[in-house]
């Protein structure tokens, strides 16, 4: 009996360790290149205040997407693209101070830098930044005070942004003083004003890596796309605020700049869809990677809940080796 308790506990314990924990940190390899999911923390807000059409019956069906307190958690976060002696951040999380965000509240970033470590890699060794659009939870370590002055975290980048993008921050800080507008301009356009590039659709960084605009959710979100050996990774930014999103197509995030967001969204969900295509989005967390399947009409998310996602031929689809943490 005591040689079973004993199998029974170790048995236990090894299940556990196959859970994504808080020192969790999924990767990714596709041909030469090695993507890394960056966490910057995130915060709790109230499912009706993020999607104010959903129901108590949608989230009581989805209990797993909630704290069980009527919240969903909302992370932020980035992704780290190796290829050669290219090393490329897309998006730069909240950041290392507490900031009021409209229709959320008070977010504070957390561990970038630290997991951006925990990859292998230092502020100094980045070679480019990208940002899908300027919100934010998206820019927030773009610099950090030194000194009482606010200097470039990244300082050998090359920074890259949608022109429009751009533009629009321009003139919306000139035109509203606000709190949030001034830490703009002092933390954001005074330290980039000279350093930032716009690259077109479809601009190529490296093999493979493009952009792909997706205007909707701000005036000139960007998307990044990776093709190698006829596998594609998107990289859907806030395209998708959160997993539910994929239960109920219905949803829309309260968020939006302009409700050309959903359509955008409707026009490019069969490209997530297809077998050889796989997404990643810092808005899942723990599920960073994975794949939108359409069943028969009804869109199932299958996540790789690995520390290193491999990826396998499944007949004409692609699917994720699981392995033990």
Not at 91 to 112: H, I, R, T
Not at 177 to 200: A, G, T
Not at 262 to 269: G, L, Q
């Given at each position: 009996?005591?040689?079973?308790?004993?199998?029974?506990c170790?048995?236990?314990?090894?299940t556990e360790?196959?859970?994504p924990?808080p020192?969790?940190q999924?990767?990714?390899?596709?041909?030469p290149?090695k993507?890394?999911?960056?966490?910057?923390g995130?915060t709790?807000?109230?499912?009706?205040s993020?999607?104010p059409?959903?129901t108590?019956?949608?989230?009581e069906k989805?209990?797993?997407l909630?704290?069980g307190?009527?919240?969903?958690?909302?992370?932020?976060?980035g992704?780290?693209?190796?290829y050669?002696?290219r090393?490329f951040?897309?998006d730069?999380g909240?950041?290392p101070e507490?900031v009021?965000?409209?229709k959320?509240?008070?977010a504070?970033?957390g561990?970038?830098?630290?997991?951006?470590?925990?990859a292998g890699v230092k502020?100094?060794?980045?070679?480019?930044v990208?940002?899908t659009?300027?919100h934010q939870d998206?820019?927030?370590?773009?610099?950090?005070?030194?000194n009482g002055?606010?200097?470039?975290?990244?300082?050998?980048?090359?920074y890259?942004?949608?022109k429009?993008?751009?533009?629009y921050?321009?003139k919306?800080?000139?035109?509203?003083d606000?709190e949030?507008?001034?830490?703009?301009?002092?933390?954001?356009?005074e330290?980039?004003k000279d350093?930032?590039k716009?690259?077109e659709d479809r601009h190529?960084f490296?093999?493979g890596l493009?952009?792909?605009?997706?205007?909707g959710?701000?005036?000139?979100?960007?998307?990044?796309?990776l093709?190698v050996?006829?596998k594609v990774l998107?990289?859907?930014?806030?395209i998708f605020?959160?997993l539910a999103?994929?239960y109920e197509v219905?949803l829309?995030p309260?968020?939006?700049?302009?409700?050309?967001?959903?359509?955008?969204?409707?026009?490019?969900m069969?490209?997530?869809?297809?077998p050889?295509?796989?997404l990643?989005n810092?808005?899942?967390?723990?599920?960073a990677?994975?794949k939108?399947?359409?069943?028969?009409?009804?869109l199932e998310?299958?996540?790789c809940?690995?520390?290193?996602?491999?990826?396998?031929?499944d007949?004409?689809?692609?699917?994720?080796?699981?392995?033990?943490?």
């Amino acid at each position: 009996m005591k040689y079973f308790i004993l199998f029974l506990c170790v048995t236990l314990i090894l299940t556990e360790t196959k859970k994504p924990g808080p020192d969790f940190q999924q990767s990714v390899k596709l041909g030469p290149y090695k993507i890394t999911h960056i966490d910057d923390g995130g915060t709790y807000i109230k499912t009706n205040s993020l999607y104010p059409q959903s129901t108590a019956s949608f989230w009581e069906k989805h209990k797993e997407l909630t704290d069980g307190n009527g919240n969903i958690f909302l992370p932020f976060g980035g992704f780290l693209i190796e290829y050669k002696d290219r090393k490329f951040l897309m998006d730069l999380g909240m950041g290392p101070e507490k900031v009021y965000l409209n229709k959320v509240g008070n977010a504070v970033g957390g561990p970038f830098l630290k997991n951006l470590e925990k990859a292998g890699v230092k502020p100094e060794q980045i070679t480019d930044v990208f940002f899908t659009h300027l919100h934010q939870d998206n820019v927030g370590w773009t610099t950090t005070k030194k000194n009482g002055k606010y200097e470039l975290t990244f300082p050998k980048a090359t920074y890259w942004v949608d022109k429009y993008e751009w533009e629009y921050l321009l003139k919306n800080v000139e035109k509203e003083d606000s709190e949030m507008n001034r830490n703009y301009k002092v933390k954001l356009i005074e330290p980039l004003k000279d350093k930032i590039k716009h690259p077109e659709d479809r601009h190529e960084f490296l093999p493979g890596l493009t952009t792909c605009t997706a205007y909707g959710h701000s005036p000139g979100l960007m998307l990044l796309r990776l093709e190698v050996e006829h596998k594609v990774l998107w990289f859907i930014s806030d395209i998708f605020h959160s997993l539910a999103e994929f239960y109920e197509v219905t949803l829309v995030p309260d968020l939006d700049h302009s409700p050309f967001a959903k359509e955008t969204k409707v026009i490019i969900m069969p490209e997530f869809c297809k077998p050889f295509a796989f997404l990643a989005n810092a808005r899942f967390g723990k599920y960073a990677f994975g794949k939108l399947i359409d069943n028969n009409r009804v869109l199932e998310w299958e996540p790789c809940t690995t520390k290193e996602c491999k990826l396998y031929y499944d007949g004409p689809n692609l699917a994720f080796q699981e392995e033990d943490l």
